[in-house]
Protein backbone atom coordinates (compact mmCIF):
# COMPACT_ATOMS: atom_id res chain seq x y z
CA UNK A 1 0.00 0.00 0.00
CA UNK A 2 0.96 3.19 -0.91
CA UNK A 3 -0.16 6.59 1.03
CA UNK A 4 0.10 10.17 -1.16
CA UNK A 5 -1.01 13.22 -0.53
CA UNK A 6 -0.64 16.21 -3.01
CA UNK A 7 0.12 20.05 -2.45
CA UNK A 8 0.43 23.11 -4.93
CA UNK A 9 -2.75 23.13 -6.38
CA UNK A 10 -4.13 26.69 -6.35
CA UNK A 11 -5.25 29.40 -8.67
CA UNK A 12 -3.55 31.15 -11.31
CA UNK A 13 -4.06 33.32 -14.62
CA UNK A 14 -3.45 31.69 -17.95
CA UNK A 15 0.35 31.42 -18.63
CA UNK A 16 1.31 31.01 -15.58
CA UNK A 17 2.85 28.17 -13.95
CA UNK A 18 2.57 26.09 -11.08
CA UNK A 19 4.25 23.04 -9.23
CA UNK A 20 2.72 20.37 -8.24
CA UNK A 21 4.05 18.14 -5.12
CA UNK A 22 3.23 14.42 -3.86
CA UNK A 23 4.63 12.79 -0.81
CA UNK A 24 4.30 9.72 -0.57
CA UNK A 25 4.70 6.93 2.25
CA UNK A 26 4.11 3.28 2.14
CA UNK A 27 5.62 0.71 0.17
CA UNK A 28 9.03 1.43 -1.06
CA UNK A 29 8.57 4.70 -2.75
CA UNK A 30 11.82 4.52 -5.49
CA UNK A 31 10.30 0.85 -6.45
CA UNK A 32 7.26 2.14 -7.51
CA UNK A 33 5.93 4.05 -10.89
CA UNK A 34 4.58 6.98 -9.86
CA UNK A 35 2.18 9.77 -12.23
CA UNK A 36 -0.52 12.19 -12.62
CA UNK A 37 -3.81 11.98 -13.93
CA UNK A 38 -6.34 15.16 -13.89
CA UNK A 39 -9.95 15.03 -14.05
CA UNK A 40 -12.23 18.32 -15.02
CA UNK A 41 -16.07 18.81 -13.86
CA UNK A 42 -18.25 16.37 -15.64
CA UNK A 43 -15.36 14.29 -17.38
CA UNK A 44 -13.20 11.65 -16.87
CA UNK A 45 -10.35 11.29 -15.33
CA UNK A 46 -7.32 11.22 -17.67
CA UNK A 47 -3.81 10.39 -17.91
CA UNK A 48 -1.26 13.87 -17.42
CA UNK A 49 2.13 12.13 -16.83
CA UNK A 50 4.40 9.23 -15.39
CA UNK A 51 7.72 8.10 -14.23
CA UNK A 52 9.92 5.43 -13.73
CA UNK A 53 11.23 4.33 -11.05
CA UNK A 54 14.55 5.14 -12.05
CA UNK A 55 13.49 8.94 -13.48
CA UNK A 56 14.89 7.49 -16.89
CA UNK A 57 11.48 7.10 -18.60
CA UNK A 58 8.90 9.56 -18.61
CA UNK A 59 5.42 9.61 -20.54
CA UNK A 60 3.18 12.50 -21.23
CA UNK A 61 -0.12 13.08 -22.02
CA UNK A 62 -0.55 15.04 -25.19
CA UNK A 63 -2.04 17.76 -24.64
CA UNK A 64 0.71 18.63 -21.65
CA UNK A 65 3.60 18.01 -23.97
CA UNK A 66 6.43 20.48 -23.92
CA UNK A 67 4.46 22.46 -20.60
CA UNK A 68 4.50 20.08 -18.00
CA UNK A 69 6.89 18.37 -16.64
CA UNK A 70 7.17 15.21 -14.42
CA UNK A 71 10.48 14.54 -11.85
CA UNK A 72 11.03 12.80 -8.49
CA UNK A 73 13.22 12.59 -5.58
CA UNK A 74 13.37 9.09 -4.25
CA UNK A 75 15.30 10.37 -1.08
CA UNK A 76 12.46 12.71 -0.05
CA UNK A 77 9.60 10.02 -1.59
CA UNK A 78 8.77 12.86 -3.04
CA UNK A 79 7.07 13.36 -6.74
CA UNK A 80 6.78 16.38 -8.65
CA UNK A 81 4.45 17.84 -11.53
CA UNK A 82 5.94 21.49 -13.26
CA UNK A 83 3.07 23.20 -14.78
CA UNK A 84 3.86 26.02 -17.82
CA UNK A 85 2.27 27.82 -20.04
CA UNK A 86 -1.11 26.44 -18.00
CA UNK A 87 -4.20 27.20 -20.03
CA UNK A 88 -7.87 27.43 -18.25
CA UNK A 89 -8.25 23.85 -20.18
CA UNK A 90 -6.23 22.62 -17.81
CA UNK A 91 -7.93 23.52 -14.86
CA UNK A 92 -9.35 19.86 -12.89
CA UNK A 93 -8.43 18.43 -9.83
CA UNK A 94 -5.08 16.68 -10.24
CA UNK A 95 -4.31 13.29 -8.84
CA UNK A 96 -1.19 11.31 -7.62
CA UNK A 97 -0.81 7.91 -8.47
CA UNK A 98 1.23 5.25 -8.02
CA UNK A 99 1.92 1.79 -8.62
CA UNK A 100 0.74 -0.53 -11.23
CA UNK A 101 2.28 -0.29 -14.81
CA UNK A 102 3.74 1.82 -17.06
CA UNK A 103 4.38 0.73 -20.95
CA UNK A 104 5.33 2.87 -23.63
CA UNK A 105 2.02 4.01 -24.70
CA UNK A 106 -0.41 4.14 -20.92
CA UNK A 107 0.12 3.63 -17.20
CA UNK A 108 -2.41 1.93 -15.04
CA UNK A 109 -1.67 2.73 -11.55
CA UNK A 110 -2.74 0.24 -8.27
CA UNK A 111 -2.86 3.57 -6.14
CA UNK A 112 -4.40 7.14 -5.75
CA UNK A 113 -4.08 10.19 -3.97
CA UNK A 114 -6.88 12.46 -2.96
CA UNK A 115 -5.96 15.47 -5.63
CA UNK A 116 -5.28 19.01 -5.36
CA UNK A 117 -7.51 21.73 -7.27
CA UNK A 118 -5.91 23.57 -9.92
CA UNK A 119 -7.95 26.61 -12.01
CA UNK A 120 -6.49 28.29 -14.42
CA UNK A 121 -8.25 31.84 -15.03
CA UNK A 122 -8.39 33.58 -18.32
Known amino acids: QVH ?12 GSLRLSCAASGRSFS ?8 QAPGE ?7 ISWSGASTLYGDSVKGRFTIS ?15 KPE ?26 TQVTVSS
Not at 6 to 13: D, F, N
Not at 31 to 38: A, D, E, I, T
Not at 72 to 86: A, C, E, G, V, Y
Open 72 to 86: RDNTKNTLFLQMNSL
Open 44 to 50: ERVFVAA
Open 90 to 115: DTAVYYCAAGGMLTLREYTPAYWGQG
Open 31 to 38: SNVMGWFR
Open 4 to 15: MVESGGGLVQAG
